[in-house]
């Protein structure tokens, strides 16, 4: 794979940092990573790797049924099984049996009824896996199997819509069972904005539909919880927000915070499929009952089910353009199918629901976003979070436009671009960079790739080594896609993160120690915190505290949200630890320096040079900060009309996409991904990229393979054998051009990079492969069948 | 569970001839899956990596015997000129890592119908080498599969070795997968001409209850092309004769849906591929390439 980082300094980053001013290993530079050697010679222990010699191993009996009534549940014969220390059901449950991120819906263990294939029924604890399991398998549960809800539509009273009508919001149809109290609707949000009855001279519909997309993370769920002597627990479980995890766990073991403590463990990828809870509960309810450290390991196939997957979406899209291309109105109307139980999708339906026309100035809006219960696999976060799913419609919508009018599919997309001042649907005035238009020259400018070739190299071939064509039925197809993502939590949700940070001397020199539960999940964090530690305080040594919950929340490692999040509360407290530092130089120097900083060690004067190093000032001196940081506060939509300042920051970027498309087989090879993107400031330039190749790559999974099969409401395909995900022969060169227009309202101008580039990319391949076919594919991932309509 | 280590062909004749349920292993790509995923549990595994002769091919009366023990890489490496079909199969299988550890022995003794290795085995006429303590038998690739993950071994019999002709006439092998590469094939076709006796052979998988050749196609091809005197002119082929062919290749095929990809869609692969891989050796013959 050949790379090209760009960064422009001679017009992006205008705005942007002093690039000859960076300190090395500082805001701006690539150090390495921490655990960047231990990640690569396989020494980096995950948290499967952990164990200790008296530990169990806990097992979780999962439903085989979507839906179905429990009328008994014998574990006699399991508990009597040899070396099995507990069997533990919904009745051993200390506290709540009910947990969730947003509402808590789903028990720990299931009680009188299962919601999907896979929920957890019961625990078992051995002293060694295969006995768990086996003694599981001896677990007799007795079954009323009912027949699955599976349809978001459906489960909802809805019929597919063309036109829209009020009246059908009336609620749920008698005939589908209620799958919780409240009925199968988690949230409807509804957006209305300008005129709701526009008419334009150009109508495009569409329909769109896309698939359950893993995370597909590498990492199994796992982790270790060991039992105190006072009736508390440590639970050492790889995971993406400390906290959030802690209130649950408390809630269901009945035990404050005190009580339970969590340490992050290694994390093998997380891509928001570890948001929720997965065996942390369980395991220490087996750990609390068997007074033994209690090791869990989900395998692949356990994987599947042990984890919130990306909702699919049913799409309903009209646009009205005049003949010019503008654009007049859209009516949209979304289903996202949360499965069995609420997880994120509230948040999920805010972000599909207003960010689900892209960054594209419409006038009159309507859009209608449904987030629902079935008995499909639960669904929740995963990068991209609601804008991945509707990126694929509006950028259709945007083509089909294009191709109505005979218009350019840049051109169209750059006139109706949003750009810094305009409003959003929501009636937000995005006050930093958009610049939309600008992606999509940079990246029309980039050269396209050579169609030609001077011998045949299967690789290079749609197909690979396996060798189904040497030209023949070979059509080539460019497109376009633009990303628009908000950044960190929305919708006025008390965002924060929480920093320690602490500066004392060691051996002689100045050493920085930085404390945050912001989860590192391979992203960077840690490397980032570093860097800013190096910054802020002119120390070279900077270690990074394992992540606990001895200190406050550092918020959700999500919604592309940590380095800005976790990132500014780190400086923040930076900023604190350096003010009384200077105190102290002051005091030592006794007289006041009016423009003192630290710099290399030392304390430095702009107008005297360096005056003293941090040792001398400190001495045995420990200066220790904490504090919370928080952006700016966004505020709730209104329930009618869904205006509001909701989103605190937007991220862009756009792909362009090469394929070559086997027309008669229908199989598809990406000869190139280029990406632009807005980062703000490349806080590391070497991670940025990372991200964008990554977040690249996954959406174009997305596009071409990945998705989980369902089929009344039981997984196909819950294995890598057949979940596939895109292998380096399948990953594209990626030119990539990364902007830095600071965001005034962020730490250091910067933007959120995690997500925005799984949401172009997979869209882009979509739209390439539809000019390379001349098909309307609607449907994502596009299957080989689709393009061969066989 | 037992686990048999044999370091000799007589000994592990004798081991499979005591435990005729013992299941045997060599790379492991296919067994251990199996027992990690709770699919088989044998009383008794019988370990194949410590015999020589598995692990070694060579020159045999004229063809090549492939011991049941030698890696895809191997394969690839070492074979490609002598078993191109072959060779192409194998370097369709799996990562790098699974080539490393995996055997067309141990494919052969699956029995998928989505085994990479069958159609090109079909198509190149390849026998298969069974022992027991009481002998060796060799059976034509065509009757060696029986059933879904079946084949005509004993309980007492080893897969010891493939025997294969060295080609006289071009191979081809394609695959369809949804990714470019470490894919389970949706559907397969494999094709070898054979000038010599002016025979054509095919190989079909993923696309059947079992890997089968195309027999009708295979039939009706060698005819035609004597019938318009191709073998010696090397011409072009007449237009519409690889559309013929093609149509009987998927006309041989019995594919299922599943979720891999639709009955109808493996049809059509397979005629595309039929219709491709004809034209490709048909090119290589009438150049003069031998394969």
């Known amino acids: ?637 209104d329930p009618e009309t869904g205006q509001g300042f909701a989103h605190v920051q937007f991220a862009f970027a756009a792909h362009r996409a090469v394929v070559d498309v086997d027309v008669e087989l229908g199989l598809v090879k990406v000869v190139e991904l280029a990406c632009a993107q807005d980062v703000g400031k490349a806080m590391n330039p070497q991670a940025v990229v990372g991200q964008i190749q990554g977040g690249s790559a996954q959406g174009m999974g997305l596009a071409l393979m990945e998705e989980i099969v369902i089929r009344d409401g039981k997984i196909l395909n819950p294995s890598f054998t057949d979940y596939l995900i895109p292998t380096i022969l399948d990953t594209p060169p990626m030119p990539i051009e990364v902007l830095e227009y600071a965001d005034p309202n962020a730490p250091y101008g910067l933007r959120g990079v995690g997500e925005a580039p799984t949401i172009s990319s997979g869209p882009a391949i979509m739209s390439a492969i539809r000019a390379a076919t001349g098909l309307d594919l609607t449907r994502a991932p596009v299957r080989p069948e689709h393009i061969t309509r066989t | 569970m037992e686990f048999l280590t044999p370091t000799s062909m007589q000994e592990a004749l004798e081991a499979k001839s005591a435990h005729p349920d013992a299941k045997p292993i060599l790379g492991g790509t296919d067994v251990m899956v199996e027992l990690n995923f709770d699919r088989c549990r044998p009383a008794t595994l019988l370990d194949l990596t410590r015999i020589p002769e598995l692990a070694e091919w060579g020159r045999d009366n004229g063809s090549i015997k492939l011991g049941a023990g030698v890696s895809y890489t191997r394969v690839i490496a070492e074979l490609a000129d002598q078993l191109p079909g072959l060779a192409m199969a194998s370097r369709t299988v799996g990562s790098p890592q699974i080539r490393n550890r995996g055997t067309v022995g141990g494919n052969l003794g699956a029995a998928s119908p989505a085994g990479d290795s069958h159609p090109a085995l079909l198509a190149a006429d390849a026998e298969i080498e069974l022992r027991s303590v009481n002998g060796l038998r060799r059976l034509p690739a065509t009757e060696f599969y029986t059933g879904v993950k079946r084949h005509a071994g004993r309980d007492d019999e080893l897969i010891t070795a493939v025997h294969i002709t060295p080609p006289s006439g071009p191979q081809q092998f394609c695959k369809i997968g949804t990714r470019n590469a470490m894919v389970i094939s949706v559907s397969a076709f494999s094709i070898a001409l054979h000038p010599d006796r002016s025979e054509v052979r095919t190989g079909i998988g993923s696309a059947a209850p079992t890997p089968r050749r195309a027999v009708d196609a295979e039939t009706w091809l060698a005819a035609a092309l004597e019938a318009n005197g191709l073998w010696e002119s090397r011409g072009a082929l007449p237009e519409g004769l690889a559309r013929e062919f093609a149509g009987l290749v998927a006309a041989a095929a019995s594919p299922i849906d599943d979720v891999r990809g639709t009955a109808a869609y493996r049809l059509h692969s397979l005629s595309v591929m039929a219709r491709r891989s004809l034209g490709w050796v048909w090119n290589d013959y009438a150049s003069g390439q031998e394969h």
């Open chain 1, 1 to 637: 794979m050949t790379t090209t980082p760009q960064t422009r300094p001679d017009k992006a980053a205008v705005k942007g940092a002093d690039r000859t001013d960076v300190t090395p290993g500082g805001v701006g530079d690539s150090p390495s990573r921490p655990d960047g050697i231990l990640k690569v010679t396989g020494e980096f222990s995950y948290s499967s790797d952990m164990w200790l010699d008296d530990m169990l191993w806990g097992y979780t009996l999962r439903s085989p049924h979507p839906f179905a009534l429990i009328k008994s549940i014998d574990i006699s014969e399991a508990l009597a099984t040899a070396g099995v220390f507990a069997v533990l059901t919904s009745e051993d449950v200390p506290g709540e049996n009910f947990y969730g991120l947003e509402h808590a819906d789903q028990p720990v263990l299931a009680k009188d009824i299962v919601r999907y294939q896979g929920e957890p029924i019961a625990l078992v604890a051995a002293d060694h896996p295969e006995i768990a399991r086996r003694a599981a398998e001896k677990i007799t549960v007795e079954f009323v199997v009912l027949a699955p809800v599976v349809d978001a539509e459906v489960a909802i009273g809805h019929k597919p819509w063309n036109p829209p009508a009020e009246s059908v919001d009336a609620g749920v149809d008698g005939q589908v069972p209620h799958l919780h109290p409240n009925g199968n609707l988690v949230r409807h949000l509804k957006l209305r904005r300008g005129e709701q009855d526009a008419t334009a001279d150009v109508v495009i519909t569409g329909e769109y539909e896309v698939g359950m997309q893993d995370q597909a993370f590498l990492g199994p769920e796992s982790g270790l919880a060991v039992p105190d002597e006072e009736g508390g627990v440590d639970l050492y479980v790889a995971t993406q927000w400390l906290h959030v995890d802690q209130r649950q766990v408390c809630a269901a073991l009945g035990l404050p915070p005190e009580q339970v403590r969590l340490t992050l463990a290694g994390v093998g990828g997380a891509f928001g499929g570890r948001e929720d809870l997965s065996m942390h509960v369980h395991g220490c309810m087996l750990a609390l009952r068997t007074g033994k450290p209690i090791k869990m390991v989900y395998n692949r196939l356990e994987s599947f089910f042990g984890h919130v997957h990306r909702h699919p979406a049913k799409l309903y899209y009209e646009y009205g353009a005049e003949r010019s291309g503008k654009l007049v109105y859209a009516r949209v109307r979304m289903y996202l199918d949360g499965g069995a139980y609420a997880s994120s999708t509230p948040a999920v339906v805010g972000n599909a629901g207003t960010m689900g026309l892209g960054p594209y100035v419409i006038p009159h809006v309507t859009v209608d976003a449904y987030g629902t219960y079935s008995n499909n696999p639960p669904c929740g976060a995963m990068r991209g979070f609601g804008s991945v799913q509707t990126a694929f419609a509006y950028e259709a919508q945007m083509d089909k436009l294009a191709a109505e009018l005979g218009l350019d599919p840049v051109a169209i997309r750059q006139m109706n671009a949003l750009e810094e001042g305009a409003q959003v649907p929501t009636g937000q005035v995005i006050d930093s960079a958009a610049p939309v238009v600008e992606l999509l020259e940079r990246l029309k400018a980039m050269p396209l790739p050579s169609t030609e070739s001077d011998q045949l190299d299967l690789r290079r071939m749609p197909g690979g080594v396996s060798n189904t064509t040497h030209g023949e039925g070979v059509k080539r197809g460019v497109g376009y896609a633009v990303a628009y993502k908000n950044v960190a939590f929305s919708e006025g949700f008390d965002d924060y993160s929480t920093a320690r940070v602490r500066l004392e001397v060691s051996g002689g020199d100045p050493i920085v120690t930085v404390h945050t539960a912001a989860a590192e999940v391979g992203q960077g964090l840690v490397t980032i915190e570093q860097q800013i530690c190096r910054t802020e305080l002119g120390v070279d040594s900077v270690v990074v505290h394992p992540k606990d919950t001895s200190v406050g929340s550092g918020g959700s490692t999500s919604a592309s949200r940590q380095t800005y999040m976790t990132g500014g509360a780190v400086r923040h407290v930076c900023g604190k630890v350096r003010d009384r530092v200077l105190v102290l130089a002051e005091a030592s120097l006794g007289r006041t320096v009016s423009d003192l900083r630290l710099e290399n060690g030392s304390v430095v004067s702009r107008s005297e040079g360096v005056l003293a190093s941090i040792e001398q000032v400190l001495g045995d001196e420990v200066v220790e900060e904490t504090d919370e940081w928080r952006h700016r506060p966004t505020h709730g939509l």
